[in-house]
């Protein structure tokens, strides 16, 4: 509306981003942006040198930044984390991962998932899982409905649901 540029891969002290960032997402009302970030300076303690998923909160002072992408306990992700997609009102978030350490302990994962991250509670929760077991089968590029209530991803895996006999 303002026609007003912003750059929102910044630190809470407005230091530019030091690694590249991608993917943004918007929600509905334009208060929130998720995105992917190669950057270790946009929240503290960045350590894990692999690329993360953010959101950013449009404020009054220009905007801050949290990471999504990390446990519930606040342990960083172990791997690679990406293709976010936001809810229309920014609440939740989901994104796939190659971490094996955003959940639970004990949840076992291989390969690619997909996560779903409420902001209320900074819940991590495994999407792409065995209907069975409870471990993760692998997923990608999800998408999440205006209400944070739906998620769309695609996988190779024939045991997310009862019946899926195809094997595809």
Do not use: C
């Not at 959940?103 to 390969?111: C, I, N, Q, R, Y």
């Not at 990608?140 to 006999?165: H, Q, R």
Request: glycine residues 12%; charged residues 20%; hydrophobic residues 30%.
């Amino acid at each position: 509306q303002t026609g007003q540029t912003k750059m929102i891969s910044r630190s809470s002290n407005g230091e530019e981003g030091n690694g590249n960032s991608f993917a943004p997402v918007i929600s509905v009302g334009s208060i929130y942006v998720a995105f992917e970030s190669y950057a270790t300076n946009l929240v503290n303690d960045d350590n894990n040198s692999v690329r993360d998923v953010f959101l950013w909160r449009n404020t009054l002072n220009g905007g801050e930044v949290e990471r999504v992408s990390m446990s519930q306990a606040g342990t960083e992700g172990n791997s690679e984390s990406f293709e976010p997609s936001i809810s229309g009102m920014g609440g939740h978030v989901v994104f796939t991962s190659n971490a094996s350490n955003l959940t639970a302990e004990g949840t076992e994962v291989s390969g690619v998932n997909v996560y779903l991250w409420e902001k209320h509670n900074k819940k991590i929760t495994l999407i792409s899982k065995d209907y069975k077991t409870g471990k993760g089968v692998g997923g990608s590029k999800p998408s999440i409905d205006m209400n944070g209530y739906k998620i769309a991803f695609y996988s190779f895996a024939y045991t997310l649901v009862p019946n899926d006999n195809n094997n595809l």
